[in-house]
């Protein structure tokens, strides 16, 4: 698309050339001369040829986090034969991410043959977004004519967003499914554990040799069994927990609900039985009272029903929400009960959950901990016999008095969840989860918690 400024000057000598052949005085002929040279200038330094123009894209980031900053460089080359002096550049930015450094919007003077970079950085969310192409404005050196194109992009195209959460701590809370978990357990095993009597019947592999060509006594080696451990993935999807820190970020529900969902595969690959519970939704598959609930188990339709109900609370909380209706800024201080504890209907699912998990099942609660919902949750469990992991996604901020109360009540929320038994992951979202676990398993194996 052309836009050109000519249309003043050529209509300024025409009315000018006019009045001088109506009124027949030279002096408006030399007038119309000042404007149609300025028409002249613009027309032979306007851009020629086709689309002169050729970008690239990178994002620093293949697979980010939801809640990590990505940066994106927009190279643009002028492959024309001839310096481009003004040269506007926009960047296709997909509407639902958020530019929080740089602009996506330059002004570049290129030489022939010459690149310039655009830089920004956007926070990533939830899901795939394409990136329209970039319009380019190209004028010339009068700047009285130009052409806008969208330049054909090479490189990245779209920023594929999801959570990575590989490294779920596990202690040592097993089944006597076989697994990865060591145990203190004897039997059949590759690692030693213990000597016992021999018993009629036990395998010669495991008879204590040495020990018989010593003694003449015979004696049976057992090793340390390796079990699967049950774990339950307890999401915190609630209303109170679908909050951001700022706008156009992940909110606390969201990234609970992918954290759950990267550490699923991982578990299953390892041998563990895996269940899900979502507080914050009814069940979508059986119709269940909230909260949403698949027992521990294995197999391939036991995967795809946790992937069913996780989708659920993903979309209940970032499917179709607007900012007014969706998650909100966590700016004051987050609801509770006037005592301090959690809600009534918190109590009330709480109480469902806990009748469902099966004795010796682990849990892993992902929550952003922004009430007393998470302590109170680890409190009830921990008090029936579970062991509790707390991985806690940080949606808090501190640039306003209010977000930085909220920060300080989920400092509070994370040391009463630590207090009531639970191993906690205090992860920021522009950090690596793995490194956040790695520190929960350094305090576990310390014996702190």
């Known amino acids: 698309m052309s836009q050109s400024r000519f249309t003043g000057g050529l209509l300024a000598a025409l009315a000018l050339a006019g ?3 109506a009124s027949g005085r030279s002096a408006l002929f030399v007038a119309a001369v000042i404007p149609l040279a300025f028409v002249l200038y613009g027309a032979l330094s306007a851009p020629r040829g086709g689309d002169p123009i050729r970008s690239t894209r ?6 980010p986090l939801p809640g990590d900053r990505v940066t994106v460089e927009l190279t643009v080359e002028n492959v024309g034969g001839s310096a481009l002096p003004d040269v506007r550049v926009a960047d296709g930015v997909p509407g639902d991410l958020r530019v929080v450094d740089g602009s996506p919007d330059a002004a570049l003077a290129l030489p022939a043959g010459g690149t310039a970079t655009v830089e920004y950085t956007v926070v990533a969310d939830r899901g ?6 970039p319009t380019v404005r190209v004028r010339g050196a009068s700047a009285t004519n130009a052409r806008t194109v969208e330049a054909p992009v090479d490189g990245a195209d779209e920023l594929n967003c999801r959570v990575s959460v590989a490294d779920v701590p596990l202690r040592r809370q097993t089944t006597a499914h076989a697994g ?19 018993q009629r019947g036990d395998p010669a592999s495991r008879i204590n040799w040495r020990r018989y060509a010593k003694t003449g006594e015979l004696s049976t080696v057992n090793y340390r069994e390796r079990r699967a451990a049950a774990v339950v993935l307890a999401v915190d999807a609630r209303d109170a927990s679908d909050a951001t820190a700022h706008a156009g970020t992940p909110s606390g529900a969201s990234l609970s609900a992918y954290a759950a969902a990267r550490a699923v595969e991982p578990l299953e690959s390892a041998g563990h039985r895996v269940g899900l519970a979502v507080f914050g939704i009814d069940d979508p598959v059986t119709g269940g009272t909230d909260p949403a609930w698949v027992p521990p188990g294995t197999g391939d339709a036991h995967h795809a029903r946790i992937a069913a109900v996780l989708d659920a609370a993903v979309e209940a909380r970032t499917g179709d929400a607007t900012p007014e209706g969706g998650a909100v800024e966590a700016e004051s201080e987050p609801a509770a009960a006037a005592d301090g504890g959690s809600r009534p209907d918190d109590d009330a699912r709480i109480d469902r959950f806990a009748e469902r998990v099966p004795a010796g099942t682990q849990v892993v609660v992902c929550s952003p901990a922004l009430d007393a919902f998470p302590a109170a949750l680890v409190r009830r469990l921990a008090a ?33 969840a630590r207090a009531a038994g639970a191993s906690v992951v205090d992860w920021a979202p522009d950090e690596p989860l793995a490194s956040a676990v790695a520190r929960a398993t350094t305090t576990v194996r310390g014996g702190k918690r």
């Open 58 to 63: 990178d994002l620093s980031a293949d697979s």
């Open 128 to 133: 795939q977004f394409p990136f329209d192409a």
């Open 19 to 21: 009045a001088g052949v």
């Open 180 to 198: 990865t978990l060591p145990t203190d357990s004897g039997g059949p095993g590759i690692e030693f554990h213990s000597t016992r009597e021999y």
């Open 384 to 416: 029936d016999g579970h062991h509790v992991t707390a991985v806690s996604p940080d949606v808090t901020a501190t640039d306003t008095p209010g977000r930085t109360l909220a920060a300080a009540d989920r400092a509070l929320a994370l040391a009463d």
